[in-house]
């Protein structure tokens, strides 16, 4: 069984660009999130999604945070336009529904310059 | 606040002996999961405990939900066993709050 894919593994942008990481969870999981990871602040959500519907917007980053599935075995995660606090292991994780626990990605490190 | 506190954050055994995590979260939740990350690596699901005591291999999670807590308990550690420890709720949202970790080494 394919696990959570995420591309690339590792992101280096400079202040201002544009950058997209892409996600496929596992075939047939309902439930795709994606989380950011950083020493300091921990594993914050960035969005939740339940059968392609978006359920959670990350609240404080919705201004320059969008995540995307226009179909169930596929998501993108923009950042537009990066800035050198978004440095960070984006990861991203699916399951099948509420009773499960999520098998995450292995990650993509973005590092912003 | 920290809807999810874990302590301690660090702890250093010796090979062979025990450790006990612990959490303590400020909501109710119907979910409540421990994680373990490799150094530079992934999340790993080890347990999922809302209530009452689970063991697998040598963890055993014990969740005490009117007090809104959970421990981790691993015997005999091993080297292997390093890394961080992360514990997770979901609070009625269908969306796990995680806690900052214990990171754990275990010397040989």
């Known amino acids: 069984d394919a696990g959570v894919t995420q591309t690339p593994r590792h992101e280096v942008a400079e202040k201002g660009q544009t950058i997209i990481l892409k996600c496929e969870p596992v075939s047939g999981h309902n439930d795709l999130f994606w989380y950011r990871q950083t020493k300091i602040q921990g594993l914050e959500l960035l969005s939740y999604f339940r059968s392609k519907s978006l359920m959670e917007d990350g609240g404080a980053f919705k201004d320059r945070f969008k995540a995307e599935m226009l179909n169930s075995s596929f998501s993108t995660l923009k950042i537009q336009p990066t800035e050198p606090k978004d440095s960070a292991v984006y990861l991203c994780a699916s399951r099948d529904n509420n009773n499960q626990a999520p098998l995450f990605g292995e990650g993509t490190r973005l590092s912003v310059l | 606040g920290q809807q999810v506190q874990q302590s301690p954050a660090s702890l250093v055994l010796q090979e062979g002996e025990n450790a006990e995590l612990q959490c303590n979260f400020s909501?109710?939740?119907?979910?409540l999961q421990w994680f373990y990350q490799s150094p530079g690596g992934s999340l790993v699901s080890l347990l999922s405990?809302?209530?009452g005591t689970k063991h697998t291999g040598r963890l055993t999670s014990t969740t005490v939900t009117k007090e809104r807590r959970s421990s981790l308990h691993i015997s005999s550690s091993q080297t292997t066993d390093s890394g961080t420890y992360l514990c997770?709720?979901?609070?009625?949202?269908?969306?796990?709050?995680f806690g900052d970790g214990t990171v754990l080494t275990v010397k040989p």
């Open positions: 909501s109710t939740a119907t979910q």
């Open positions: 997770a709720i979901d609070p009625h949202t269908g969306k796990l709050t």
């Open positions: 405990n809302p209530s």
